[in-house]
C-alpha cells in the first residue's frame, strides 16, 4: 500500500487543520489506517487508527473529542479532522497501513503497520 500524507502547516492554537492520506491499493487492500505523530527528540506517538472495512475508529486519549479520523472513498482516501489545537500537538504526522489482523490495541503500535507515508508538518503556536 502506498501512502502519502498531505494537508500541514501552520495554524494557532485553538484552530484547525484537516490531514489527508492517499493510497494506492491496487492489488492489496489495507485492514487498518493508523495515524502517528513523532515530535522533536520523542517516540512516534499513537494518534488513531480506522479500520479499513468497517470504519471503526480509535483514538488516543491525548486527541479524543479534538480529531475525528474519516474515510473519503471518492479519494480512496483517510482524513485526519484536528480541531482544537494545542502548540503540544505540534509533530510530524504520518500516516501508515497495517495488512495484519490484530485488535484495537495492536494497531497502537507502530510495528502493527507495514507501509508509512512520507509525514507532515504540523505547528501550532501559543
Known amino acids: 500500500v502506498q501512502l502519502q500524507a498531505s494537508g500541514g502547516g501552520l495554524v494557532q492554537a485553538g484552530g484547525s487543520l484537516r490531514l489527508s492520506c492517499a493510497t494506492s491499493t491496487s492489488t492489496i487492500s489495507p ?9 522533536p527528540g520523542k517516540e512516534r506517538e499513537f494518534v488513531a487508527h480506522m479500520s479499513w472495512s468497517t470504519g471503526v475508529t480509535f483514538y488516543a486519549d491525548s486527541v479524543k473529542g479534538r480529531f475525528t479520523v474519516s474515510r473519503d472513498n471518492a479519494r480512496n ?5 484536528m480541531n482544537g489545537l494545542k502548540p503540544e500537538d505540534t509533530a510530524v504526522y504520518f500516516c501508515a497501513a497495517s495488512v495484519q489482523y490484530g485488535d484495537p490495541v495492536y494497531y497502537m503500535k507502530p510495528r502493527a503497520y507495514d507501509d508509512w507515508g512520507q509525514g507532515t508538518q504540523v505547528t501550532v503556536s501559543s
Open 31 to 39: 485492514v487498518a489506517i493508523g495515524w502517528f505523530r513523532q515530535a
Open 77 to 81: 482516501a483517510v482524513n485526519l479532522q
